[in-house]
């Protein structure tokens, strides 16, 4: 692919997010220095901080700016002032949610590799979890968390209605089967159609497309049992599709295939526009502090440009962050022993995509903070 030229806004968010959304940047800088491309980068405020500036989790401005971009880059956000107060009538999370509404990001995706430099620090067995490679398809704009939902007069009842067409479970359905095609061809739908009606949809509706992708394989698993499997024998999974709210929790259980949080990247993608994040928090108590883990915001990077069809420049960020794995310049989340910073972990990882092999010239300058990455 020749030179591209991208706008990517990019929304740092709450608590770590500005550390960890700045050593992607630098990462994505080095990849446009290094392939010729340009990138502009363009700063908006969402969660948190942007209702503490307007009083709204997602200004009109920040819509506006995701609307015309060619991509959305997210930190993170979330704050204990709004976590601990369950009445309070504007959350952060609220902007997230309408975001993904409003710019139409129904499928996320999110890769759940377990790296051999960092088996240890999953709490299953490393023989468990040796060689697993799951990529996991929620559905993002439906379902219980977007339905109908209230108390009733007395106050003491509630209700949360899940919801979904045909259309919707198509759309995500079809991604999720393109994907499989690209991997291992097997197909796992996640769901509960042994009580939901729901559920009993998603199967039908899955089950009216296979034939177009006769080299997936396709099966089902009930939630429940998913859940247990994923922890029992994670390697069995080539790609996962479900619902929301499964989706939801699927994923984070999975997360611990990689051992770290700190790793795993994600990418929310719709017809016409797409947001990559960190699956990650915003970690509060870490904020300011130089522990926060880069890598699952640099992966995230590394996802969009795939989504800009850059599959080379995305394959050197994955390289440079296995590279910085190898030689364990990691934040003390991964390693206790290591003083490396978040600052410094991102420089060693874009001077890697410069030339991994000058990157090692680097390595003690970057450890005395006298890095000049970008």
């Given amino acids: 692919m020749g030179i591209l030229n991208k706008r990517i806004v990019v929304l740092p968010g709450d608590g770590i997010g500005p550390e960890v959304c700045g050593e992607a940047v630098r990462v994505l800088r080095a990849v446009a220095d290094r392939f010729g491309h340009e990138f502009q980068f363009d700063y908006h405020l969402m969660g948190a901080c942007a209702i503490e500036a307007t009083g709204s989790p997602l200004p009109v401005l920040t819509l506006d700016a995701c609307h015309q971009a060619d991509a959305v880059l997210l930190g993170a956000i979330g704050d204990p002032k709004y976590d601990n107060d369950p009445t309070a009538p504007v959350r952060p999370e609220q902007g997230l949610l309408r975001l993904r509404k409003e710019l139409g990001l129904y499928a996320n995706i999110r890769p759940i590799t377990a790296y051999d430099q960092l088996l240890e620090h999953s709490p299953l067995k490393a023989e468990r979890i040796q060689g697993a490679d799951i990529l996991i398809f929620r ?9 109908e939902k209230g108390r009733f007069n007395d106050g003491n009842s509630a209700y949360d209605n899940c919801t979904y067409s045909r259309e919707e479970i198509l759309r995500i359905a079809h991604r999720a089967f393109q994907a499989a095609e690209t991997r291992r061809h097997k197909l796992t739908l996640v769901d509960k159609a042994n009580v939901l009606e729901t559920s009993r949809l998603w ?7 296979a034939p177009e992708y006769p080299s997936v394989a396709l099966d089902f698993l009930f939630v429940d049992n998913a859940a247990m499997q994923i922890i029992l024998n994670p390697k069995q999974f080539d790609v996962i599709l479900t619902e929301n709210m499964f989706g939801d929790i699927i994923s984070d259980e999975a997360s611990v295939i ?7 990247p994600s990418a929310s993608v719709g017809d016409t526009a797409a947001l990559f994040e960190p699956i990650h928090g915003s970690y509060p108590q870490a904020k300011g502090k130089g522990i926060a883990n880069p890598i699952a915001t640099i992966l995230s990077a590394a996802m969009l440009l795939d989504h800009f069809g850059l599959t080379e420049e995305a394959g050197t960020v994955r390289d440079a962050v296995e590279h910085a794995l190898d030689q364990q310049v990691v934040t003390p989340e991964l390693n206790p022993a290591t003083r490396y910073t978040t600052e410094q972990v991102g420089s060693f990882i874009a001077y890697a995509v410069l030339d991994i092999a000058d990157c090692e010239m680097h390595r003690n300058n970057i450890r005395l903070g006298m890095s000049t990455i970008i």
């Fill in 139 to 147: 559905e993002l704009t439906g379902g219980v968390y977007f339905g």
């Fill in 203 to 209: 199967r039908e509706t899955v089950q009216s497309i």
């Fill in 258 to 264: 990689a051992g770290s949080l700190g790793l795993l």
